[in-house]
Every structure is written in structure tokens, then in C-alpha cells.
């Protein structure tokens, strides 16, 4: 007989809003910045890929383990883990934080680049600043979304470099 493992939607807060089984939480044009993926028999983990701001890949971090690259090795990235939590820095530079509430609930803090230089900040407050390259910030229309929540959606935010930006992508 096989086993039978019940798990629980993950729920991820990014923004002050809850996504609930949306496997990508954090998309910057074509690239997952911030994903949801299975991983058994712990249920699901969070995966991100880290890139510097030349746009080098440098390592991907599946829940609380980091793969890093060549280059990555190069730079020094590294994982702390203070009491649930999951902590990347390069440097002395926090890059993102999990921060684990509860079960399958999970807080994330994130300063990440994507591959062409632009820079994706996510904080507590209600909205997700774009940065390009050169450090100047993009306007990003639309309204502001607080405290929402989205459920069983294929994407939770997509930004896209032209400042446009998504929530709840179905």
C-alpha cells in the first residue's frame, strides 16, 4: 500500500499580501526571482536564484540550501539561519530573508537583482520597488494593495523592466 501524505498549501506574505498556493511568487519579466516548489516529504520550500548586478548567476537557494556557482563561490555568498529563519548574504549585504511563522507560512524579505542588472526590492511595507541599473528608481502604476489575499494563481507579482507591474497573474 502507499503512503498517503497530506501537506498544506504554502502561504507566502510578500508586500503585506498572502499568496496561497502560487508557485511563483516573485517573476521580473521572463525570470522567477521568488518560487514555491515541492519538495518531498517536507512539503514545499522556497527556491530563489541569486544573481549579482552585473547580472552573473551565482547560486540558487532551495529552502535552507544554497547551490552555489563557481562565481558564487567566487563571491562568498553564504546562508545563516538564526531561529526560523533563513538568512543570504554576500558581504555583509542581507540579499533576502525567510522568516518561518508558522507551518507552511512563511515571511520574505528580498533584494534581488535579475540577470539584466535591474534590482527588485521587497520589504515589509506594501509595495515592491524596481531599481534599474544605474540605481534610479522606475515607476511602477497602479494602485496600492494592502493586506489581499490570492489563492491557487499561477503568479503571485510580475514586474516587468517597462514598470509595469501584476498581482495575482491567473
Known amino acids: 500500500m502507499d503512503k498517503l501524505i497530506f501537506t498544506q498549501s504554502p502561504a507566502v506574505t510578500i508586500a503585506t499580501n498572502t499568496f496561497i498556493n502560487v508557485p511563483v511568487i516573485l517573476q521580473y519579466d521572463e525570470t522567477p526571482l521568488i518560487l514555491i516548489v515541492q519538495a518531498q516529504p517536507a512539503g514545499y520550500t522556497t527556491q530563489i536564484p541569486i544573481y549579482h548586478s552585473d547580472g552573473t548567476y551565482l547560486a540558487k537557494v532551495i529552502g535552507s540550501r544554497l547551490f552555489p556557482t563557481p562565481a558564487g563561490e567566487k563571491a562568498g555568498l553564504k546562508l545563516e539561519h538564526p ?11 542581507t540579499l533576502f530573508e525567510i522568516i518561518r511563522e ?12 535579475a540577470p539584466d542588472g535591474y534590482f527588485v526590492k521587497v ?7 524596481l531599481y534599474n541599473a544605474a540605481g534610479s528608481a522606475l515607476q511602477i502604476r497602479g494602485i496600492t ?24 497573474v491567473s
Open 83 to 93: 531561529p526560523k529563519m533563513t538568512v543570504c548574504k554576500l558581504g555583509d549585504r
Open 123 to 129: 520589504t515589509d511595507a506594501p509595495q515592491v520597488q
Open 102 to 113: 508558522e507551518a507552511a507560512a512563511l515571511k520574505t524579505r528580498a533584494e534581488l537583482h
Open 145 to 168: 494593495m494592502m493586506g489581499c489575499k490570492f489563492q491557487n494563481l499561477r503568479m503571485g507579482v510580475w514586474i516587468k523592466k517597462d514598470g509595469s507591474v501584476a498581482i495575482g
